[in-house]
């Protein structure tokens, strides 16, 4: 079993800034993962193409089931509104996503408030800029693996210091609610030792991710409850390609669950 985190930078490449599909498929193809977590996801966004970053992961993997969970309505860096269940599904939309190649016995999203504040955030074409923050969104499937049922989530946390903390305790709070094994993918926006030292969830995997042409950190992680961690299997593989999209690596774990 292989699963896999991916923050796509709504599928834009660093070489030349442009955004096209076949990039993408074949970054998401290279990670022949079983569950697959994004994050920074765009639906009918202009900037990329209008493409539905979710079918397109779902189609290169040859996966059946997916699912897009919006945390905003409209652009960010632009004009958004935090995402409400009256949203016109052609309007543009940006959050994260779930693809699996097993079937889904259950989702579940959790709404995961923004920042209350501004924070000041390197924007490589406009420098420092001071940004407001976006909501966040926990999305968690209970699968149906060969060896049962695991719940695998994905999330995308804040950038603002503390914050993210706040965050990334209160999935781990939703998570309990669901059949374990579980495990979080997902940007969490901080090293490991924190993840750690915050939730008493263990890091299944150490290597940086970020920034993708010569990573010097990991923000990037696959972590899962201590206790549960046997029922997941050997980890037997890691991996951090350099794919031809986005300002981050993907991050691959590959288990033998036998």
């Known amino acids: 079993m292989r699963l896999a985190t991916f923050n796509l930078l709504h599928g834009r490449s660093l070489s030349d800034g442009t955004v096209h599909a076949d990039r993408i498929a074949a970054a998401v193809a290279d990670l022949d993962a079983d569950v697959l977590g994004l994050q920074e996801v765009d639906r009918a966004q202009p900037r990329s193409g209008l493409l539905d970053l979710t079918a397109l992961a779902a189609d290169a993997l040859g996966a059946k089931t997916h699912r897009f969970a ?32 097993y079937p889904v016995l259950r989702w579940q999203i959790t709404p995961l408030p923004a920042a209350p504040i501004r924070s000041p955030v390197y924007v490589p074409d406009g420098g420092l800029l001071l940004l407001r923050d976006e909501p966040r969104v926990l999305l968690a499937a209970v699968v149906e693996t060969p060896s049962g049922p695991l719940t695998v989530a994905t999330t995308h946390l804040s950038f603002v210091p503390g914050w993210n903390v706040r965050q990334l305790r209160h999935a781990v709070r939703a998570l309990r609610a669901l059949p374990a094994p579980r495990v979080l993918l997902g940007d969490l926006n901080m090293p490991a030792g924190p993840v750690r030292a915050f939730t008493g969830w263990k890091p299944l995997a150490r290597a940086a991710t970020f920034p993708s042409p010569s990573p010097k950190t990991q923000l990037d992680h696959v972590v899962a409850d201590p206790r549960e961690v046997a029922a997941l299997g050997r980890v037997v593989q890691v991996r951090t390609p350099h794919a031809p999209v986005s300002d981050h690596r993907p991050l691959v774990v590959g288990f033998d669950r036998r």
């Open 70 to 101: 919006a945390a905003v309505v409209g652009t960010p860096g632009e004009t958004w509104e935090p995402w409400h269940s009256g949203a016109d599904m052609g309007h543009p939309q940006y959050g994260i996503a779930l693809v699996t190649r």
